[in-house]
């Protein structure tokens, strides 16, 4: 009880933190925080926009999942129950024999999406309705970058709590993770990524028979998609995986060469077979349709496509079907974790050298895997895969901890009775943490709550070198962070009592391979050996102060866009002091400059950490 009543009150912190950074209502001549990624959407397509909306937005100001997924099903229930005739641009129009249903203009309906989350946050304030659920140990790593291709086409969904999200009350604790790895363009991954869960609850079998509700979601989502496609005249597609944790059961669908491998008990496990052409059924298929299979580089359905099922490719049916295969698998708690990623990673990167790779990062970060699924995409890129990588590892036990023995379960319950109430006492507050999507990058990987966005990878779309994390890109609404030894796991005020009497408050950049942002940290007179540190770079947006009803200090920083940020400066100046005497001693003695060999300078930060692959910059010299 005591630590529902700890959760509950840090929840409502958070929702007085983010209204006042959010100041609804959104007028008209305000702009949006997020524009939606499609312009028209049909009514079917209302409720998964709206919680897309909400939860990307949320997950900007690192909301914890479980209260991010309640803000974002209330919302979407007010908007289902709203009038939205206003918001069509059309009515229905006869095209020959088909009747076009009428579209809704997604920016005006996000604008009310937005200020219906508003509302919805400002009645949780007043009146919290949250019920604490238990979650099951699903520590989750994620990335993806752009790589070498023009656009980032892949697209991801993880959902850790699906209950909440849809409001389901007589279920077993159910979780859901998907890769969507789109070709000819992102609008079949997008549309994927937002809908196929929504479709997937919807279908009566749901509760019964999950198999078969999985395959007509994927069949359903196809048919949607392509008649979205004949609307807007868009041609591409998207292949896709979809594991769904039911209790003790895992289920997988998928269509195409997106993967998912189990590792058991350090060991690789395959649980599905790629959709390619070159498969003989798959061959056999198509062929007996009337199409063919050949090799253009790699072998492709009529020369064209190198998968022989996928969501969308309309112009390509029906030899590019939309039936997705399934496989379910009882977990019997020896499972370590899941590997799902996209074809740029597994046709370069095989299942044994996926798992030496997160043993190996697991061992040297002692058992933190917040950057796991970085180091599994440095590797995919240094085997040469120039593709989009995506990459989601679902760790199904704590790593932390020894695999389970073979011993019956009767002796194993005895030796964890002596720990249970120690443990959980440290597990359940960090559940609750505000972390980030990517495994809790900037909370040292203790993340036990993970995102649902996929659409939040816009920061890999840039050059590798440059990149930043994935899921990155976030505002936090509180200077200090969460705070590990906090009992609620959630934005510990500091005690004012501690704080030193003078105290100011710097903005500082931390680098790439951290996760990029803000990360605020005091800045001392003092250093550790006494001596006067060097002053940071002053912010450009000053922070204020302000007396809680329970005595804290809340310091709380003005958000500020990401091009307003002031990178910091290399501290290069006595290099610089030191290679202008070596020139002008070269002068002197050696004559021309173009004699003496050039110092180079340092270019970035030569701080290195596991799991992540840095650019090879070579210095060239002139003799």
Request: proline content about 7%.
């Amino acid at each position: 009880m005591a630590s529902s009543a700890n959760e509950e009150k840090t929840f409502k912190r958070f929702l007085e933190l983010f209204l006042r950074e959010m100041r609804p209502p959104l007028q008209e001549d305000v702009p949006l925080p997020m524009r939606p990624l499609t312009d028209l959407i049909s009514e079917d397509e209302v409720e998964g926009e709206c919680l897309d909306l909400c939860l990307q937005h949320l997950c900007k100001y690192n909301c914890p999942f479980s209260l991010a997924a309640g803000l974002a099903r209330g919302t979407a229930d007010s908007i289902l129950q709203s009038d939205l005739s206003m918001y069509y641009l059309n009515k229905s129009v006869e095209d020959g024999t088909d009747t076009l249903p009428p579209e809704i203009d997604s920016v005006k309906l996000a604008r009310l999406v937005f200020n219906k989350l508003c509302e919805t946050c400002c009645h949780w304030l007043k009146e919290f309705p949250y019920r604490r659920r238990h979650l099951p140990y699903y520590e989750t790593s994620i990335h993806a970058i752009k790589n070498m291709r023009r656009k980032m086409e892949d697209k991801h969904v993880v959902i850790p709590d699906f209950n909440t999200l849809f409001n389901l009350q007589d279920q077993e604790e159910q979780a859901f993770y998907a890769v969507f790895d789109g070709h000819g363009g992102v609008d079949a991954a997008i549309y994927a990524a937002n809908h196929l869960h929504v479709n997937l609850v919807r279908q009566e079998m749901f509760s019964q028979d999950l198999g078969e509700a999985l395959c007509h979601c994927f069949k359903l989502t196809d048919e949607r998609f392509i008649q979205k496609a004949k609307r807007e005249k868009l041609r591409c597609g998207t292949t896709g995986v979809v594991t769904f944790l039911r209790g003790r059961t895992l289920h997988v669908a998928w269509l195409g060469d997106s993967q998912v491998m189990m590792v058991k008990r350090g060991q690789p496990v395959e649980l599905m077979k790629p959709h390619k052409p070159e498969r003989e059924d798959e061959k056999k298929r198509i062929e007996a349709l009337g199409g063919c299979v050949i090799w253009f580089g790699t072998w492709r359905v009529n020369g064209s496509l190198s998968v022989s099922r996928a969501i969308g490719d309309s112009e390509h049916k029906p030899y590019i079907c939309g039936d997705a295969d399934y496989s379910a698998f009882n977990l019997d708690g020896s499972e370590d974790y899941l590997i799902l990623a996209c074809d740029g990673f597994y046709d370069t990167v095989n299942p044994e050298e996926a798992v030496r790779v997160v043993s190996d990062h697991l061992q040297e970060n002692n058992g933190d895997t917040a950057m796991v699924a970085h180091k599994l995409v440095a590797s995919a890129r240094d085997a040469g895969s120039s593709d989009n990588i995506t990459v989601i590892v679902v760790f199904l036990r704590d790593p932390r901890l020894p695999p389970p023995s073979d011993e019956p379960e009767e002796e194993q319950e005895e030796e964890l009775v002596e720990d249970a109430g120690e443990e959980k006492e440290e597990v359940e507050p960090l559940q609750s943490e505000l972390v980030c999507q990517d495994g809790g990058a900037e909370n040292g990987g203790k993340n036990r709550g993970g995102w649902p966005l996929q659409q939040c990878s816009a920061p890999a779309d840039l050059a590798y070198e440059d990149r930043m994390d994935s899921f990155t890109d976030r505002t936090s609404l509180s200077i200090m962070g969460p705070d590990l030894r906090a009992e609620t796991g959630c934005f510990r005020l500091p005690d004012s009592s501690s704080l030193p009497p003078m105290r100011t408050i710097m903005p500082d950049l931390i680098p790439p391979y951290r996760g990029g942002g803000a990360a605020w940290r005091p800045y001392s007179e003092d250093g550790p050996s006494g001596h006067r540190q060097k002053p940071q770079p002053k912010p450009r947006v000053p922070s204020y102060t302000q007396t809680t009803s329970d005595g804290q200090l809340l310091e709380v920083a003005a958000l500020f866009p990401q091009e307003g940020r002031r990178k910091r400066r290399l501290e290069v100046m006595p290099l610089r002091r030191e290679s202008q005497r070596l020139i002008r001693r070269a002068r002197e003695s050696h004559g021309p400059l173009s004699c003496f060999p050039s110092v180079p300078y340092p270019l970035r930060s030569a701080e290195r950490k596991p799991g992540i692959a840095f650019p090879h910059v070579t210095h060239s010299k002139r003799v």
